[in-house]
Nanobody, 127 residues
Framework: VQLQASGGGLVQAGDSLRLSCVAS????????MGWFRQAPGKEREFVSA????????SYGDSVKGRFTVSRDDAKNTLYLQMNSLKPDDTAVYYC?????????????????????WGQGTQVTVSS
């Protein structure tokens, strides 16, 4: 399984970005998918996730109402639409795939349920 994340960049506060994560080797419809981020000097933080059915989504408290996770099964691609970006959103964003079909935020928000990780894409938000 390989995950290729892209879409990061340098934006101003209030702007939007859409991250993409193309998966190969396993279909998203049979996987738990998540987004995590890590800022310099900080621990990895859960951002968002979507269950294998696509019907269950979960968000970290700091991004609720601003970020939206989705996926395109035909393209086997996971997305993270990020609106109203803030300087605190600055981090490397990672997509992750879990082979176990979890649902519910308790499981989807845990990084130990994910088996494969992408290389990360940098998001920098200036004030």
């Amino acid at each position: 399984v390989q995950l290729q994340a892209s879409g990061g960049g340098l934006v101003q506060a209030g702007d939007s970005l859409r991250l993409s994560c193309v998966a190969s080797g396993r279909t998203l419809s049979s996987s738990s998918m998540g987004w995590f981020r890590q800022a310099p000097g900080k621990e990895r933080e859960f951002v968002s996730a979507i269950s294998y059915t696509g019907r269950s989504t979960s968000y970290g408290d700091s991004v609720k109402g601003r970020f939206t996770v989705s996926r395109d099964d035909a393209k086997n691609t996971l997305y993270l639409q990020m609106n109203s970006l803030k300087p605190d959103d600055t981090a490397v964003y990672y997509c992750a795939l879990g082979a176990t079909k979890y649902s519910g935020s308790y499981y989807l928000s845990r990084d130990d349920v994910y088996d494969y990780w992408g290389q990360g894409t940098q998001v920098t938000v200036s004030s």
